[in-house]
């Protein structure tokens, strides 16, 4: 049914400069400038409202695209779609620069930064005499498509349109995929990423760069649209109004773009029409007013219009709530990672500690895991356990000592590092991204099984390989018990399940030691007994589990070894009936010999 409404809205897209009679040029026009701006939204839906990450300076990337075409097609007479080329690259280049210097700052340095260069650019565009200074640059020819000059904006209306067209599906694409899975954990969801394998800091990167793309593109079209250009439209201010369109319309919504792009073009050119009217022709009461409505929308809907439009449509038109992806399609399992052998040593923590400042969480404790056993990790809250996983993990390295994974240092690597060499954990405060489906979620364990980039992604190149993997996913959430449950959002479970789903999501990334970070947190009896047996059978496959539990009743039932930690330290290692005999246990831990 979706699909219709998309033809529908096609077809009256086509339609439209065809109906519309040459009196009614000034709406061509609104239209063209709608989809120009929509453009630029979409890149910032992508990057704020996916990626989580604010940029007050996508007008000089608009810039950037128009300056180029413009100086390249009036001084050295170059086809205006050779310049596309080089405006996308320099583009690129330019995003490169200045990504990898902003967007390794966080908090409201990250805007911040990008208003600064964003002010920078606008001045270098009016300071180059080349580009013809404020005055700008006129002369611009038009362009040709199959021949034909696209001189009205009756004719370039398809154009700008279809690039748009082209942008919205190429982002729902990308938005649709393992990579776009990576893309949505960047809000919120950066240390439960980096530990599943994914490079954030690389994502962060293709989103800042595709974004800048996309202004780019709304750049050469507006550039040879008006044939002019100058500095004034990639100033700050039109880059501040670019951030609106998207926050209006719904910010991590792709057509949410499109809805904001046209409601803040058309009310500012109503308030410009009517204001002079009822309050006279000095002033810019259209400002003031325009300010009040913004606020006033996003007091009412905070994340934006799409999402409250969409809600009232399906109510009134249940058949567009309808879930086309109720069941998860048959596909050809995934490779599985070669265990080692029963009773090798997979893990050695030799002497480890850690310190923040004078603290010691951790002081020079040791101890194995090998593979096909439980070792069960205990102690009191405080007592260091969760700073050792951290440790172990690569999410927070140790101050001294050696981690060894499979013979191997690790304890300076990158947790993505450790965790594509066979290391998968969940957390003991759970780390799931609420809002998106469980199957979902759970995918994004399986993100280092994948080799599809973001380029595939957005061609719809890569649905083989996402079959497999979220038929993996699926797998792995029925082999948990959650079946039932595969398509609801992840927020909505009780938090017990939600541990549950962060077992299925370890177990996605075939790992052939996994850390549990007090999994039985939040579980009834029977969902202990069933957690309990899949760690057997888990046991039983040659995995080695390196496991963080508070009840007793289960670790001793379960564990093969048990380490005792207090005070950061290790008090006590051996067998399970050894520790519950320890008498240093038992005055520590357990509540004395009595």
Not at 69 to 82: E, K, M, N, R, V
Not at 112 to 123: C, D, K, V
Not at 136 to 155: D, H, M, N, T, Y
Not at 276 to 283: C, E, F, R, V
């Amino acid at each position: 049914m979706r699909r219709l409404v998309l033809i529908a809205f096609a077809l009256l897209l086509a339609l439209l400069p065809v109906i519309l009679p040459d009196s009614a040029e000034f709406y061509v026009t609104l239209a063209n400038y709608i989809g120009l701006y929509a453009l630029v939204a979409l890149g910032l839906v992508l990057l704020t409202g996916v990626g989580g990450l604010t940029s007050f300076g996508q007008a000089a990337f608009v810039g950037v695209g128009a300056y180029a075409t413009a100086w390249l097609t009036t001084a050295f007479g170059w086809s205006p779609w050779a310049t596309l080329a080089v405006a996308l690259a320099a583009t690129t280049v330019v995003a490169l620069f200045l990504g990898f210097i902003t967007l390794r700052m966080g908090g409201h340095y990250l805007p911040l930064g990008t208003i600064a260069w964003g002010i920078s650019l606008y001045f270098l565009f009016g300071n180059i005499e080349a580009f013809g200074g404020h005055t700008g640059l006129g002369g611009i020819p038009p362009v040709s498509l199959f021949g034909i000059a696209l001189k009205s904006g009756r004719e370039f209306f398809y154009l700008i349109w279809i690039a748009l067209m082209l942008g919205i599906v190429a982002t729902q694409n990308l938005l649709d995929s393992r990579d776009g899975r990576a893309i949505r954990a960047l809000k919120g969801g950066v240390v439960m990423a980096e530990a599943m394998g994914v490079n954030t800091a690389w994502y962060k990167i293709v989103i800042f760069t595709v974004a800048a793309q996309f202004a780019c593109v709304s750049g050469w079209l507006y550039a040879h649209l008006q044939r002019f250009v100058n500095p004034t439209p990639f100033s700050l201010t039109q880059g501040i109004e670019y951030l609106f369109m998207a926050v209006i319309g719904g910010v991590g919504h792709v057509w949410g773009a499109l809805l904001g792009a046209g409601l803040i073009t058309i009310l500012k050119q109503w308030l410009q029409d009517l204001l002079p009217k009822l309050l006279g022709q000095s002033g810019n009461f259209e400002v003031i007013v325009f300010g009040l409505v913004m606020i006033f929308v996003l007091h009412r809907a905070r994340d934006g219009l799409w999402p409250v439009l969409l809600a009232r449509v399906e109510r009134l038109w249940p058949a567009l709530a309808a879930n086309a992806s109720g069941r998860v399609a048959e596909a050809e399992r995934l490779p599985k990672r070669e265990m080692p052998q029963a009773g090798d040593t997979i893990l050695e923590v030799r002497e480890v500690s850690k310190r923040f400042g004078g603290l010691t969480a951790n002081n020079a404790v040791s101890f194995t895991v090998r593979a096909g056993e439980v070792m069960a990790l205990i102690g009191p809250n405080g007592a260091g356990k969760s700073t050792m996983f951290n440790c172990i993990s690569g999410v927070n390295p140790p101050t001294e000592g050696e981690v060894r994974f499979l013979n191997q240092r690790v304890e300076r690597l990158e947790s993505r590092e450790i965790a594509r060499r066979g290391m998968s954990r969940t957390f003991q405060h759970v780390r799931l991204l609420p809002t998106m489906s469980v199957l979902d979620n759970v995918a994004i364990g399986a993100h280092l099984r994948g080799s599809r980039n973001f380029v595939h992604a957005s061609c719809r190149l890569d649905r083989d390989e996402e079959r497999r993997l979220r038929h993996e996913s699926a797998r792995q959430i029925e082999r948990v018990g959650l079946g039932e449950h595969l398509f609801d959002a992840a927020g909505s479970l009780p938090l017990g399940k939600q541990r549950i789903v962060e077992i299925a999501r370890a177990l996605a990334a075939d790992p052939c030691l996994l850390l549990l970070d007090e999994p039985a947190a939040g579980l009834r009896y029977l969902e202990k007994q069933a957690l309990a047996e899949l760690l057997r059978k888990l046991r039983g496959e040659g995995m080695g589990i390196l496991l963080v539990e508070h009840d007793m009743d289960f670790v001793m039932g379960l564990a093969d070894r048990v380490v005792v930690m207090e005070f950061g330290e290790k008090l006590a290692e051996g067998l399970p009936k050894q520790i519950q005999e320890d008498p240093k246990v038992l005055q520590a831990y357990l509540g004395g010999v009595e």
